[in-house]
């Protein structure tokens, strides 16, 4: 029902955008958050947006160098990654729930009911 694409290989400083693809939910009601996870590390949310798109959340790790956006029209929901670096080396995920469990734990994982596989970004100094 999710699914990341746009995943790769970048040098530091470098930009990618990911997608992330839905079908079978409801996107007037659902939030789209972005996770990832690096090896030997928690996964740890980046960012979330809320089903009409008016609230977004970043990760302070993030912020400033990301952007999330969506489109309900196309079920499209993506992550403008800018000023990568190593620590961002990871896979990422996108997953939904909906807007009020969503608003009420933020980039807790445990919240999110609805995940897709992950996509690898890899950046290289």
């Known amino acids: 029902q999710l699914q990341a694409s746009g995943g790769g290989l970048v040098q530091t400083g470098g930009s990618l955008r990911l997608s992330c693809a839905v079908s079978?939910?409801?996107?007037?009601?659902?939030?789209i958050g972005w996770f990832r996870q690096a090896p030997g590390k928690e996964r740890e949310g980046v960012s979330y947006?809320?089903?009409?798109?008016?609230?977004?959340v970043y990760a302070d790790s993030v912020k400033g160098r990301f952007t999330i956006s969506r489109d309900n029209a196309d079920n499209m929901v993506y992550l403008q990654m800018n000023s990568l670096n190593s620590e961002d080396t990871a896979v990422y995920y996108c997953?939904?729930?909906?807007?009020?469990?969503?608003?009420?734990?933020?980039?807790?994982?445990?919240?999110?009911?609805?995940w897709g596989q992950g996509t690898q970004v890899t950046v290289s100094s």
């Open positions: 997953a939904s729930d909906l807007d009020s469990d969503v608003e009420a734990g933020g980039l807790n994982s445990v919240l999110y009911d609805y």
């Open positions: 079978g939910l409801n996107l007037d009601y659902m939030a």
């Open positions: 947006i809320t089903s009409s798109g008016r609230k977004t």
